[in-house]
């Protein structure tokens, strides 16, 4: 099994930015894709960036895009997530998440290893 750590949340204004750091430790070997996800108090979780190890394919989901950055180290299966601009309606509990396969899926079901989750808050 594989196991997911997070840091670098916290509280921000709005209009400031905020670097996430995941790290992947155990059988990172079974890793082919990493991501962010964030859930908000009474909302589902959703997929807000991915990268996979085959050619690097990127998705962001549309209400960050332009604003998160996401980037990884394959050999080191660490991925940082670097965000700008941030807005009151980006604080969430972020997740970093892991798949055992290079299609990037937005559902949260299909992925099999998580962080235990960081806050991010963005104040007014």
């Known amino acids: 099994q594989a196991q997911l750590v997070e840091s670098g949340g916290g509280l921000v204004q709005a209009g400031g930015s905020l670097r996430l750091s995941c790290a992947a430790s155990?059988?990172?070997?079974?890793?082919?894709?990493m991501g962010w996800f964030r859930q908000a108090p009474g909302k589902e979780r959703e997929l807000v960036a991915a990268?996979?190890?085959?050619?690097?394919?990127?998705y962001y989901a549309d209400s960050v895009k332009g604003r998160f950055t996401i980037s990884g180290d394959n050999a080191q299966k660490t991925v940082f997530l670097q965000m700008g601009n941030l807005k009151p309606e980006d604080t969430a509990v972020y997740y970093c998440?892991?798949?055992?396969?290079?299609?990037?899926?937005?559902?949260?079901?299909?992925?099999?290893?998580w962080g235990q989750g960081t806050q991010v808050t963005v104040s007014s």
């Open positions: 998440a892991g798949r055992g396969s290079y299609m990037i899926i937005k559902a949260a079901s299909a992925w099999e290893y």
């Open positions: 155990g059988r990172t070997s079974s890793i082919y894709a």
């Open positions: 990268i996979n190890w085959s050619g690097g394919t990127i």
